[in-house]
Nanobody, 117 residues
Framework: QVQLVESGGGLVQPGGSLRLSCAAS????????MGWYRQAPGKERDWVAT???????NYADSVKGRFTISRDNDRNTVYLQMNSLTPEDTAVYYC???????????WGKGTLVTVSS
């Protein structure tokens, strides 16, 4: 059974930084593409960043240059380093895992990031 648990969210002032973590269990982590999405209040869930099992990274334009996705296959964990945060980054951040074999997609329950002074 796939389990994804996000952590690291919280309240941060504009211009600040946070690092989110997503710990995976029940999967062979190195065989999954990992991603981060976010959902702001009253809005749809949007893609933020993806890192393939080979380490290739892609970012949404809205976070490019500010956010960095990374993974540690030994710890079964994917990270999202978020810098220069703005109130527009306020959202629940979700981690997902997609199998490279069958495309099976799993989601975590999310962690709330609030950017406010």
């Amino acid at each position: 059974q796939v389990q994804l648990v996000e952590s690291g969210g919280g309240l941060v002032q504009p211009g600040g930084s946070l690092r989110l973590s997503c710990a995976a269990s029940g999967i062979i982590f190195s065989r999954y593409v990992m991603g981060w999405y976010r959902q702001a209040p009253g809005k749809e869930r949007d893609w933020v960043a993806t890192i393939t099992n080979g380490g290739n990274k892609n970012y949404a334009d809205s976070v490019k240059g500010r956010f960095t996705i990374s993974r540690d296959n030994d710890r079964n964990t994917v990270y999202l380093q978020m810098n220069s945060l703005t109130p527009e980054d306020t959202a629940v951040y979700y981690c997902n895992a997609r199998s490279i074999f069958n495309g099976l997609l799993s989601w975590g329950k999310g962690t709330l990031v609030t950017v406010s002074s």
